[in-house]
């Protein structure tokens, strides 16, 4: 992908900016994806010279990588890229690599060799499912899935094609060798045994938050369980703390729930909440918000005494997101007594407005 210097943060353009060559090598945060960034890097060596690699995942990281580097050409490894990145990636129609593959060997990766939860690792994971989604459709992606590892050298010569990088035959095997000499590419029945050896709650938080995005499964709604949360006590816990359990709301207006910090992709979504709240919480007021950067949409709920209810809520992830996307509870009033709990969230696409129905109801109001 060639960088324009407007999609790089809106700087002059000149010649400099136009001759350097930006490859994105796209997703999950698995050892797969990170052996083709790895071999991107060295075949781009091979044929445009001095090549620096950098991880990112919004346009403002990219714009200051592109500021700070010495090196003429660089190799943008993304694994969670927002969908405004997405966006930039797409309308440009130049050529960007995307890794998929069994989302468990991400899952693996993130916990055994980053020393992740597993509540972090699925947030990772979801939210490179969410952007490879949509960039696997574009026709600039070359799709590279953990079944190409049986032929290394064809992944090799397939991403040169793809990027236009003049590597020899001689190059590309030599490239190659040398990585699978660091290391194997994947290891499908270790990762089958890490899966196994989960309890049922933490495969419950992973299959919630993937299940939608595997082969076959486009019309299952997803669930993002507790675990994915943090809950905010006041005075504030000294690490973050999952909700799992009750948050207890006495003390100062705040956010007293919040997370999962997950992209979705683009569309129109429906989310459905579940809330708990004690006798004590008759009477407060408490507001539940849609933010990913910016509000998206936000209602009240106001408690008559101990209950159990749900919250629906419509909003819109458009081209214009540029962080991952929170739910967040609020009390707006301080408290002297009383609980709250979240059950789980349900979130599922809905049908957008067609726009024969906006144009029909703008002619009807403007009678």
Not at 80 to 98: D, F, G, K, M
Not at 203 to 232: C, H, S, T
Request: proline share 7%; with cysteine; hydrophobic share 45%.
């Amino acid at each position: 992908m060639a960088l324009s210097a407007a999609a790089a943060g809106n700087y002059p353009s000149n010649d400099y900016w136009c001759e350097r060559m930006i490859l994105f090598s796209i997703g999950m945060p698995s050892r797969f994806a990170e052996w083709c960034d790895a071999l991107t890097g060295r075949l781009a060596k091979c044929s445009l010279g001095a090549v620096e690699s950098a991880t990112l995942n919004t346009l403002e990281e990219l714009a200051a990588i592109v500021l700070r580097t010495k090196a003429s050409h660089l190799v943008a490894c993304s694994r969670q890229p927002v969908v405004r990145l997405q966006s930039e990636i797409i309308a440009s129609q130049r050529p960007y690599l995307v890794a998929i593959g069994d989302p468990r060997s991400a899952l693996r990766n993130l916990s055994e060799r980053m020393g992740q939860s597993v509540p972090e690792a699925t947030r990772a994971v979801a939210s490179s499912c969410a952007a490879i989604l949509r960039l696997t459709r574009s026709p600039g992606a070359l799709v590279m899935t953990g079944d190409d590892t049986a032929d290394p050298i064809a992944i090799g010569s397939a991403i040169a094609g793809h990027f236009e990088l003049a590597a020899t035959p001689d190059q590309i095997a030599a490239a190659v060798r040398e990585l699978c000499e660091e290391g194997p590419l994947a290891d499908q029945v270790e990762d089958s045994v890490w899966w196994d050896g989960l309890g049922d709650r933490e495969r419950a938080v992973i299959n919630g938050a993937l299940l939608p995005y595997l082969p076959g499964a486009d019309a299952k709604p997803m669930l993002w369980e507790p675990e994915l949360f943090f809950i905010n006590e006041d005075p504030p816990a000294p690490a973050p703390v999952s909700a799992t359990r009750h948050v207890d709301i006495t003390g100062r207006a705040r956010f007293l729930v919040y997370g999962p910090f997950i992209n979705l992709p683009p569309g129109s979504w429906t989310a459905n909440i579940v809330l708990g709240f004690s006798a004590e919480a008759a009477g407060m007021s408490f507001m539940v918000e849609i933010f990913a950067g910016h509000q998206l949409c936000t209602t009240r709920v106001e408690p008559p005494g101990e209950q159990i209810t749900e919250v629906n809520l419509n909003f819109v992830i458009d081209h214009s997101v540029d962080q991952p996307v929170q739910v967040r509870i609020v009390n707006e009033r301080p408290a002297f007594d009383g609980r709250l709990a979240l059950g789980q969230i349900t979130l599922a696409p809905r049908a957008a407005i067609s726009s024969e129905t906006r144009d029909r109801l703008a002619a009807v109001l403007s009678e």
